[in-house]
C-alpha cells in the first residue's frame, strides 16, 4: 500500500507536467545565419544599383576627389520557421572588420531591414526598408573591427505579419569611408538573427504548472 502512495502523486505529477503547452516546453530559442550575402555596388554613383558582388560583403562610401564608388552589404535570412509566430524579441548581432588602417575619421555605417526574394539583386541598394540602427568606428590602432547588436522585434514582426518569406539586412556606409567588411575577423562568421518565441502562458497553464510544481514539492517534504 505504501509503494502505490507512493507512486500516485509522482505519477500525477508527471502527467500534469505532460499536459502543459508543447511551446511551454520546447526550446523556443532560433538563431538564423544568413542564407543570402554579397554586395551591391553603385558606380558610377548616382543612387542606383549597377552590379552585385556575391563573393564579398564589402561597404563603401567613397566620394572624395574624383573617385566615386559605392558598396551596400547584403544579407538574407530565411524566415519559414517563423511563419505566423509571435515574437518575444529578435537580435540581429554580428561584426563590422576594417579591412585597411587609413583613419579617415569615423565610419557611420545603417543598419536598414526589408522584405527580401532570397536573392541578392541590385535592387536591394534601394529597396524600401526601415532603419533598425546605426554603427560608429574608426579602424585604427588595435580597434581594427567593431560588434554590434540590435533589437529589431517589431520591425521583423512586421514582415512576418505581412507574410514575408525573407529577411533583408543592408549596410549602407552613410558618409565618406575606405572599404569595411561585414564578418568577424577571427572565424568569418556572419551575422546572426536571435529570435525568441516563448509564449505567454496563460492563465490556465500557470495553474496547471503550479499545481503539477506543488505535488512535487509535497512528495519531497513527505519524503523528508
Not at 145 to 158: H, K
Amino acid at each position: 500500500m505504501k509503494s502505490l502512495a507512493t507512486f500516485v502523486p509522482a505519477a500525477t505529477s508527471f502527467v500534469l507536467l505532460l499536459a502543459l503547452p508543447a511551446a511551454l516546453r520546447a526550446d523556443p530559442i532560433t538563431v538564423l545565419a544568413p542564407i543570402v550575402s554579397g554586395s551591391v555596388n553603385d558606380q558610377p554613383v548616382d543612387g542606383i544599383g549597377d552590379t552585385v558582388r556575391s563573393d564579398t560583403l564589402v561597404l563603401r562610401a567613397d566620394r572624395q576627389g574624383f573617385a566615386m564608388n559605392v558598396f551596400s552589404a547584403i544579407l538574407e535570412y530565411r524566415l519559414d520557421s517563423l511563419a505566423d509566430a509571435r515574437l518575444t524579441s529578435a537580435r540581429i548581432t554580428g561584426t563590422i572588420l576594417g579591412n585597411n588602417f587609413l583613419d579617415t575619421g569615423p565610419r557611420d555605417i545603417g543598419l536598414s531591414l526589408f522584405s527580401g526574394d532570397g536573392r541578392l539583386g541590385v535592387d536591394d541598394f534601394t529597396i524600401p526598408a526601415q532603419r533598425i540602427g546605426m554603427v560608429e568606428y574608426r579602424p585604427t590602432g588595435t580597434h581594427q573591427s567593431v560588434a554590434f547588436s540590435f533589437p529589431i522585434r517589431p520591425a521583423l514582426q512586421g514582415l512576418i505579419d505581412t507574410g514575408a518569406r525573407f529577411a533583408g539586412i543592408r549596410f549602407d556606409a552613410l558618409n565618406f569611408q575606405a572599404s569595411s567588411v561585414v564578418v568577424e575577423p577571427f572565424t568569418n562568421a556572419l551575422p546572426v538573427l536571435t529570435v525568441d518565441t516563448t509564449p505567454t502562458p496563460e492563465p490556465a497553464s500557470l495553474l496547471l504548472m503550479g499545481t503539477a510544481l506543488a505535488i512535487v514539492g509535497v512528495r519531497r517534504r513527505s519524503r523528508t
